[in-house]
């Protein structure tokens, strides 16, 4: 997780790109949103820190978010879709609005999570005196090359990024790797560019692994499954791009996400030394989890980002199956204010407008909300929201988080008098806002 631009998937690139080039055993293969890394590979990886790396699962599976695309509900219903967590930051730029975002997220879940205090090259060549490149090593080997100018700047970014966390109430420290996990939060400095910093990234990830969750793994039978995209593929239609956590999906299943519909295909890229052809995907039967998956199947269109899916099996009562599936939308239509009174809001995924209602919610923000929606905003929306210009004037409003408006509910919107405000950070819809408020008083 992290700021947009600070890395993120660089640093897969760089992860995979490596174990490409030099052949190393144990590939990672790249799947439909996320990244498989093998335990063998880690280790392999690792050596040069003479780490002990005692990984007791097959391997770990790193899911990227992609843009700015909110990616928030972390743990729908239970089901952890995201059990560790990277924090990407930019050594230059230090927290921004959606590091913020991300940090807020992962106390509300009380989610693990490292920070990659990434780009450390970047700063020092900009300098006068270099960074100088030691391809994939270990960080302080790398910092042992380094002039004393560039240590005095690295410690100064560094100083000032953790004095930021512990603004946000959190307590990190530089990366050790001869000291104990204990409750404070690491940071470990990368550079996604020339991969100093990886092994350290990866020996941690490992660690915490180890530590946090080998007590909570245990392979289950039963479907987790999380929607991660919605997205139009041409020659495939609508499809759903998905991790599935636990327990097996086939072709034909039938599945329900808040859409009932019937698996037509399950795709996930080749694998890497296959990938050549842009475009393609291999077919499977079955898949078992833990894994990242494209699937194809009629009416997909509907389906939404963020929601749970399900399989209905052969026992499984079906009315039951799409009350569940409800479950995760009506979590979120209680959290919305009930006397009717306040602002309609509509966000990407069911995730992102979680994190919205979260937002607004919060006692220094206080903004009651009467609707929500996702995706773009339409004409009905805009119908919908002026219904408040009796009430409160100041409620017919639509706080729309990224997403588009299309040009017909913008038209209808300006002769209604319903006020649209658009972003794609949360704080800045609540800024833009409070203007509005405080111009509608004057
Ligand atoms: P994301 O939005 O967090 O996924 O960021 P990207 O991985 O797309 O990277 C954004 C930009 O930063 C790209 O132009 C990268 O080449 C650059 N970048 C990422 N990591 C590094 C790094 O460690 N050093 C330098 N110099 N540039 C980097
Ligand atoms: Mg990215």
């Known amino acids: 997780m992290g700021h947009v631009d600070t890395g993120k998937t660089k640093l897969l690139d760089c992860i995979r790109g490596t174990n490409v080039q030099e052949g190393e055993a144990g590939g990672i293969t790249q799947q439909i949103g996320a990244t498989y890394f093998p335990a063998e590979n880690i280790r392999e990886r690792t050596k040069e820190l003479r780490a002990d790396v005692k990984l007791k699962v097959p391997g770990l599976l790193v899911i990227d978010t992609p843009g700015h695309e909110s990616f928030t509900n972390l743990r729908s219903r239970g089901s952890g879709l995201c059990d560790i967590a990277v924090l990407v930051v930019d050594i230059m730029h230090g927290l921004e609005p959606q590091t913020i975002e991300s940090l807020n997220l992962l106390k509300m879940r009380n989610t693990k999570f490292i920070v990659a205090l990434n780009k450390v090259r970047f700063i020092m060549v900009d300098r006068l005196y270099g960074w100088k490149t030691c391809r994939n090593a270990p960080i302080e080997k790398a910092m042992k090359q380094q002039s004393k100018y560039v240590k005095i700047q690295f410690e100064t970014q560094l100083v000032q990024i953790i004095t930021q966390f512990k603004e946000q109430g959190l307590n990190t420290e530089l990366n050790n790797m001869d000291k104990e996990m204990r409750e404070t939060y690491r940071i470990v400095p990368t550079s996604a560019i020339s991969g100093e910093g990886i092994p350290d990234l990866l020996l941690v990830l490992a660690k915490l692994t180890e530590k946090t969750m080998v007590e909570n793994l245990t392979y289950r039978n039963e479907v987790q499954c999380t929607v991660l995209e919605v997205k139009v593929i041409e020659g495939l239609g609508t499809t759903i791009d998905v991790v599935l956590v636990n327990g097996m999906l086939h072709e034909g299943d039938q599945i329900v996400g808040p859409i009932v519909t019937s698996i037509r295909a399950l795709l996930t890229p080749h694998p890497m030394n296959e990938l050549r052809v842009k475009g393609t995907y291999q077919n499977h039967r079955a898949i078992k989890g833990a894994q990242g998956i494209k699937i194809t199947a009629p009416g997909l269109e509907h389906a939404i980002a963020g929601a749970a899916l399900y399989v209905v ?91 588009k408006v299309t040009p017909e509910a913008w038209k209808l919107a300006d002769d209604l008098g319903v006020k649209i405000f658009m972003a794609d950070i949360i704080y800045h819809l609540f800024d833009q806002f409070k203007g509005y408020i405080n111009n509608l008083k004057e």
């Open 313 to 403: 099996g052969p026992h499984d009562d079906l009315e039951e199956v799409k009350e569940t599936a409800m479950g995760d939308m009506k979590s979120v239509l209680s959290r919305i204010d009930k006397s009717g009174e306040g602002v309609c809001i509509q966000a990407s995924t069911l995730g992102s407008l979680e994190a919205l209602l979260e937002f607004l919610k919060t006692p220094e923000v206080n903004i009651p909300v009467s609707g929500i929606s996702i995706g773009t905003v339409h004409k009905k929306d805009v119908m919908k929201a002026s219904v408040m210009l009796e009430k409160k004037k100041e409620f017919a409003t639509i706080l729309a988080f990224d997403v």
